[in-house]
Nanobody, 120 residues
Framework: QVQLVESGGGLVQPGGSLRLSCAAS????????IGWFRQAPGKEREGVSC????????YYGDSVKGRFTISRDNAKNTVYLQMNNLNPEDTGVYYC?????????????WGQGTQVTVSS
């Protein structure tokens, strides 16, 4: 059974950092693309980042480039999202999702999400 469990969210001050984890089970993260998404209240879900399984290529949304870093630990079957220099616009529920293939395209399975709040 495919499962994705996010953790690491919380309340952080502007300029602070958080590292989100996406622990996978029922499959191995080096065979499928894993993406991070977020949704703020009243807004549509937004793609944040993705790491492909084909060659480990990484992709970032324009609003997080240079601040967020996605990585993968195959031994722990976990994907991370390191978030630095956070600002209030980064507030939202963050979800990880498993792609249907190696590539960052369609996503089949979703976690329950973890709340990130950036506020002073």
């Amino acid at each position: 059974q495919v499962q994705l469990v996010e953790s690491g969210g919380g309340l952080v001050q502007p300029g602070g950092s958080l590292r989100l984890s996406c622990a996978a089970s029922g499959f191995t993260v080096d065979y499928y693309a894993i993406g991070w998404f977020r949704q703020a209240p009243g807004k549509e879900r937004e793609g944040v980042s993705c790491i492909s399984a084909s060659d480990g290529s990484t992709y970032y949304g324009d609003s997080v480039k240079g601040r967020f870093t996605i990585s993968r630990d195959n031994a722990k079957n976990t994907v991370y999202l390191q978030m630095n220099n956070l600002n209030p616009e980064d507030t939202g529920v963050y979800y990880c999702a498993r792609g249907s293939s190696y590539y960052c395209a369609e996503y089949q399975y979703w976690g329950q999400g973890t709340q990130v709040t950036v506020s002073s």
